[in-house]
């Protein structure tokens, strides 16, 4: 049965400021979901927030996920339960290197922590690095990639790159893209793009975050909406990017009365 | 033993000596009474039976020892008493404690370690009899072949009498400060090694297997000297925490690297919460040699050791990299000192510390270029890690320098587990105890990956450890 990731009129402050302001989406494992939306439109409040980051403070509203209160949740438990977010800066952890880092995280996404039957609770090292090298050279990353440090002297390419391996080992039912496709040069973003392509299906649903659609060429959403002032402002098919391509968005802010 | 199983045994007339018959075994013992003076240290000469020149130096340094006002600099050494301290327990007597003596806490990290049953007993000082003597045996005699000398220094006294002699304080001095002239008057074990010239030692000598020597003695009293063009990697401590029932541990390690030779030195020390580690720690580095000193403190209730190299000829290199683990009642001060007295001279300080509940941590170090010694490099960073509010990090450079054509460079960081480190990590499934330990684990990797690999998986699920419910 697939799951349907549901927001309703959800509200998110950071230091007291309201960013997100009655949001409603939902997003079923299978789809892909484009959310656009100029700066400052609450885009990247809207992923940590999804994913609990401590700092964005949800005020009211709901998100629901398999049956169960996702805003209960620590980040950790979102995440055993299938939510990811690749994030548009992630963070160096100097000295962790890649491989261990993952070999902990998916043991703990797929239930195997400490309590789990396997020797140290972890998943064990040669069904690990199979899985691992596997997923590497279906995504063209360069097996070095294992041994560097997490994020640590990555440019902006080989940290989206990646954020996109952890997505393809942690195997999540639903991923938030947030502006994965920002700061990198035309072929990075190709390689992004068709890395991800490949690992949608049936049991993934995506919701890309984006002000801008270079990544939506590779990846074609069946949905699209519109973010502005913290709420889904239009929601409808590819067309929409067209529209805004075409337009951009000040004619939607007209409509909806937004100031910019 | 637990006195109702003597009741029980008694009513049904079996003899104790017969049932725990390993008590038999135990060999004449020692242990002077409390306290410091000329007598005791006689006493001591007496047993060990000391030639009489070693004597003289260990009455000699007594009176130095006198003399030193008590160390006003570093930790606080108020609660120091140096009247309640047994000076010299033989190797024998300490076997006598049975494993029901040893703390459960501490049995448990054992376990958690995943420390093999005999290494156990001994590391809680129960264990006299342990297999590793056959190991140390057969290294002893495959380092024989090679011309090197791997002996506790007791023996190496009677031994090797004329090289020992010949380098014995000479590069720490009885009168260097108060504790090395402490340890000088009431030295016991430690290691002594000679590595003759060209001999490049292939695997770690580790302290480790000399267990039936007075090895982790308080006061023990190490020195290698590397002969011209010889390699060796020496470790000592261990991962578990030691056990110890006195609380003073004061050693003295002097290094000799000769032209060209190469010296690495390795501790990992986990001292019990009551103990004060007081350790001087020295090399001389002559022409192109180099020495490296790998050094991790955990535990203890105060550290204060600052390895140095002094780069005594050209072309000689120092490395000195240090860790330290400050927890809950904890101060490390902890260091590294360079001294370049010769020109084109290079040294290298990497100082990690890590402090939690409430632990202080501090680096001390000390960069000193001579007059004349032209084309010196030194580079030095210090990057501490606070994982909470209550805890402390200082650092105390001091850098003289007498020659203008150095390249000196000091980096130094504090920082603090940072929320998106946390919050990326625990994205991606991580608990927050498992994403802070794993963050500093990383931290302190550089020190880690330079361990021999059994020291290094111990010492990843030591830091789990001292992770543990350090969450709220």
């Known amino acids: 049965m697939s799951n349907v990731l549901g927001i309703k009129n959800l509200h998110i402050s950071v230091q007291g400021k309201p960013i997100i302001k009655g949001l409603n989406l939902s997003v079923q494992q299978g789809e892909i979901h484009a959310l656009m939306g100029p700066n400052g439109s609450g885009k990247s409040t809207l992923a940590k927030g999804l994913m609990g980051h401590p700092l964005y403070e949800v005020d009211s509203g709901e998100v629901i996920f398999d049956g169960v209160d996702v805003l209960e949740l620590e980040p950790n438990e979102r995440a055993k339960l299938g939510l990811f977010l690749a994030f548009q800066y992630p963070t160096a952890i100097p000295g962790v290197s890649l491989a261990n880092f993952l070999r902990l995280a998916v043991s703990a996404v797929r239930g195997k922590g400490v309590n789990g039957s396997e020797k140290d609770g972890l998943i064990p090292m040669r069904e690990f690095r199979r899985e691992l090298r596997e997923k590497m050279q279906q995504l063209g990353v360069d097996d070095s990639f294992a041994r560097r440090y997490l994020n640590d002297g990555f440019s902006g390419g080989e940290m989206k790159r990646a954020e996109i391996l952890q997505l393809a080992m942690l195997e999540p039912k639903i991923a938030i893209l947030d502006e994965t496709d920002s700061g990198l040069d035309i072929d990075a973003v190709r390689i992004v793009g068709e890395s991800v392509s490949q690992l949608i299906g049936p049991d993934l649903g995506v919701l890309i975050i984006t002000h801008y659609p270079r990544l939506l060429d590779y990846i074609r959403p069946q949905f699209v909406h519109i973010l502005l002032d913290g709420r889904v402002v239009e929601s409808g098919g590819w067309e929409l990017t067209q529209v805004l391509e075409a337009e951009g968005y000040d004619p939607i802010r007209e409509k909806h009365g937004i100031d910019e | 033993m637990e006195t109702s199983e003597k009741n029980a045994m008694e009513e049904l007339g079996v003899s104790k000596e017969y049932q725990y018959g390993f008590h038999d075994d135990i060999k004449p013992t020692f242990k002077s009474r409390k306290g410091l003076d000329e007598g005791v240290i006689n006493q001591m000469c007496d047993i060990k039976g000391e030639p009489d020149w070693m004597r003289q130096y260990r009455l000699e340094a007594y009176k130095i020892f006198k003399q030193k006002p008590m160390t006003k600099w570093g930790g606080d050494l108020s609660q120091l008493d140096f009247d309640d301290i047994y000076y010299y327990v033989k190797a024998s007597d300490r076997s006598e404690r049975s494993w029901d003596d040893v703390p459960d806490d501490i049995k448990k990290t054992f376990d958690r370690l995943g420390i093999p049953e005999a290494e156990r007993k001994f590391l809680a000082g129960v264990g006299a009899q342990y297999d590793s003597e056959v190991v140390y045996h057969n290294i002893v005699e495959e380092l024989d072949k090679i011309g090197v000398v791997f002996l506790d220094t007791d023996t190496a006294v009677k031994e090797y009498p004329d090289l020992v002699k010949k380098y014995f304080g000479t590069i720490i001095p009885s009168a260097d400060n108060q504790f090395a002239a402490l340890n000088s008057a009431v030295w016991s074990g430690g290691s002594f090694v000679y590595v003759p010239p060209g001999v490049k030692v292939e695997y770690p000598l580790q302290a480790y297997f000399r267990i039936n020597s007075e090895n982790m003695g308080q006061f023990e009293r190490t020195l290698i000297i590397a002969d011209e063009g010889s390699q060796v990697h020496y470790v000592e401590g261990c991962t578990a925490p030691t056990f110890s029932s006195e609380s003073l541990h004061s050693a003295v390690v002097e290094i000799v690297c000769m032209k060209g030779s190469r010296v690495r030195y390795t501790t990992i020390q986990n001292w019990a919460n009551n103990v004060y580690n007081l350790v001087t720690k020295r090399a001389f580095a002559y022409e192109d040699a180099q020495m490296e000193w790998v050094d991790g403190n955990l535990g203890s209730k105060l550290t204060m050791k600052y390895p140095s190299v002094y780069m005594m000829e050209p072309g000689a290199r120092g490395d000195i990299l ?28 990497t100082s990690k510390s890590i402090s939690k509940d409430g632990g202080r941590s501090s680096y001390r170090g000390w960069v000193d270029v001579a007059k004349g010694a032209k084309g010196c490099k030194s580079h030095v960073v210090c990057d501490a890690l606070i994982l909470d509010k209550h805890s402390r990090s200082d650092t105390y450079p001091v850098i003289e320098i007498g020659e203008n054509d150095t390249n000196i460079e000091h980096e130094a960081r504090v920082s603090k587990i940072g929320e998106e480190q946390l919050f990326y990590l625990m994205s991606r499934g991580l608990s927050e ?37 350090s969450v709220g």
């Open chain 2, 322 to 349: 240090s860790i330290a683990f400050a927890s809950k009642g904890q101060h490390q001060d902890a260091g590294a000192k360079v001294y370049h007295c010769a020109p084109h001279t290079t040294s290298q300080i």
């Open chain 2, 433 to 469: 105890e498992e994403a802070s330990t794993m963050i500093v684990n990383g931290f302190i990797e550089p020190l880690v990956k330079e361990l021999p690999m059994e020291y290094a998986v111990e010492m990843n699920r030591l830091i789990q450890l001292q992770m543990e419910g």
